[in-house]
């Protein structure tokens, strides 16, 4: 069975361009979850969708956008990149809306770089 | 305002030795607790969890301990291996309305062979 596929694996953008990066969740799960990983740091929590409604949100700027689509599938876009924007950024996925009592499941990520 | 903090960046043990890596938790609404293991290059990949209804979980070599009074869990590996060299994260989620993991920083465990 596929597990959690990101696209782009890696990805280098200018300051100011807007990015898009593309997740599909395993095979039967409706939550898919945002996170950024900056190094030397744990995940940060951007965004969570579940039955392509927004369940949550974190602390970041609204250049951070996401949507999900009737597959499940979702893309992060994030708009006018700055340096700081550089970093891992993790897709997970889950059965269940709510991550209590239950485990998500992590892609690869996309390494994004801003120069 | 970290919540979920892994104080040990590092560990360095001898294959076949107990490896123990420890989390401490601030916000008592958290209800489920995992940990994660990361290698370089990939995503993280779940390891093992406890609900806070129970004080210990155990799946093979990984036993995970929560002492709810001390906001404290901790990851026994037994016995260690050089495979199981990567970089560890505690994650923390409550049951009351939010949708996401808080993880902690991260230790970089180290089997030596």
New interface residues.
Partial sequence: DAGVTQSPTHLIKTRGQHVTLRCSPISGHKSVSWYQQVLGQGPQFIFQYYEKEERGRGNFPDRFSARQFPNYSSELNVNALLLGDSALYLCASSFLSSQSNTEAFFGQGTRLTVV | DQQ?K?NSPSLSVQEGRISILNCDYTNSMF??F?W?KKYP??????LI?I?SIKDKNEDGRFTVFLNKSAKHLSLHIVPSQPGDSAVY?C?A???SG?????????TRLKVLA
């Fill in positions: 979920v892994q209800d489920y995992l994660y290059a990939e995503g993280p990949t779940f969890s609900s994260f994650a989620s409550a049951s939010t949708y996401k993991y808080i993880f902690g920083t991260g």
